[in-house]
């Protein structure tokens, strides 16, 4: 999409009534101001101006143009978000030719399922007693209604029979684990009798539903579709594409384990909740909640299971460095029982006096049950803590110790602890950048010189892309729009530099306005030939070298991995300066 049209399509849509659509405006002057809709704020500072037909956030700096503010509030690629408002304005474009989801007919078929299991609900006569037991539980039709609750009639084909006589093929109905086939050939429908709760993924699109039963004799309270190709429980968090805005407003994700307790919490006022669907906590949720935050606070049940549950989750999200913090709810009750119990007013109070640090909550577990005046239970919670305490900061190490001194009744001094390196990262993550150790300014220079040669060219973006592995480039940051810049010449034989920006998240675009275009090479457009694109592929190489060189030297330092093929590689690498 070129220029032109693009600021066609911003002029075309006034912002003032786009941004009217999600945030409450009121007149201040010339301009319009309310409360952002990008973080949670009591004041207002998200300003819109009908004289520059911009918006802009002054707390978080969020906002643009009618385009780029459309495709953030809707969480949509620039493509789409300028394809949707020119159809609005009544532009005439020519609708890029993406590439084909191969499962969008199997997201179709899962919501024509949604939608069936939703009729149920208020108009079938065993889905009113499902209905009722949804209003027994305090859900309102509102809320009801958000969460899209259906109900799966008991022992039918009334499911098979619609999606048949709609023209879907049995084979995807079998597929995507919403039919089944007896031994006689027949179909029945997997859901019977249950209240259902959609899945979605992260961009909306029902991937697969749980069903919980409504028969109190049934051992198995919940049932999940079986994995699918759409459907990875591991890699999946209930509602979390419906609270993501409320996600960012909050920069934080409050974790449950169960359907209920994002449902109540929900309407308790806490909006960003998500849930691990009573499975552990994997890899693959915390990427995709680092995507979006840095903290979370995990919310899980306060009985024994929940407990346990927890400590396993910290130990992970230590590892990918996200702000961890524990709610601690009192009597071993889940946050549905508790809201339940005390109301929506006390839950919103626990999360000022009962949330923990991860120290906090795991000396207090164990601790918890320990007899001090017994050997043996003194041994196990000395190793619990000292072991807990090997990863940590030395101020917090300080702090534990003398704690643990007091507790056992000696001196800090009788505790030694073996500090360990942090636990290391999961294999894909990306360490954050004030994190990263940068070797030289040359090197950091040479990653961004050919950031700027593949800005500039589609050509000179393939060379590089050719040259250099993704794990060649140390800064994070410049590695992901590297990738991005790559993705991107996939569909365009140009780049258009807003359009690219636009399809950055908040932490890239700000790197590229900060870092990269302040340079003056950027600034004055200096070119890059492609003898200059040769020598910094090389320094970026030297560095990854030399990266690996202080890795191998550390290691043979250690007398344990000594070994002839380190000796080997540290010889090679010896004269790399």
Partial sequence: MDNKLIELINEKTPIVELVSEFVSLQKAGKNYRGLCPF???KTPSFFVSPEKNICKCYGCGEGGSPINFYRKIKNISFQEAAEELA?????????TERQKDPYESFYQLMQEVKEFYKFNLKNSENGQKALDYLYKRELSDEIINHFDIGYAPEHSDALYKLLNDKGYQVSDMIKLGVVKQKDDGSYYDLFSNRIIFPITNAKGSVVGFSGRTLNPKDTIKYV?????????KGQLLYHFNEALSEIRKNKQVVLYEGFFDVISSYKAGIKHGVATMGTALTFDQVKLIKQFTDSIIIAYDGDDAGVKATLQAIHLLEKVRLKTEILTIPEKMDPDEFIKAYGDEKFEILFGEYVKDPYQFRYGVYKKGKDLSNANDITTFKNQVLEMLSYADPAIQNLYKSRLAKDLNVTADAFEIKTKKQPPIPQNEVIPKKEVHKISNKFEKAERYLIYAMLRSKQDASHIQARLKTSDFVDHIQSTIRILIDSYYKEHDQLNLEEFLDSLTSEQRAFAQSELFKDI???????????EVEHYISLVKTANLMRRKTYVKATLEKEEYKNNILLQEFKMLANLK
Wanted: proline share 3%; net charge negative.
């Fill in 39 to 41: 973080h949670q704020e």
């Fill in 87 to 95: 159809e609005k304005a009544g532009v005439k474009i020519e609708k």
């Fill in 224 to 232: 999940n579709s079986p994995e699918t190709v759409i459907f990875k």
């Fill in 521 to 531: 090479m950027w600034e004055k457009q200096l070119d890059i030939d492609i003898t």
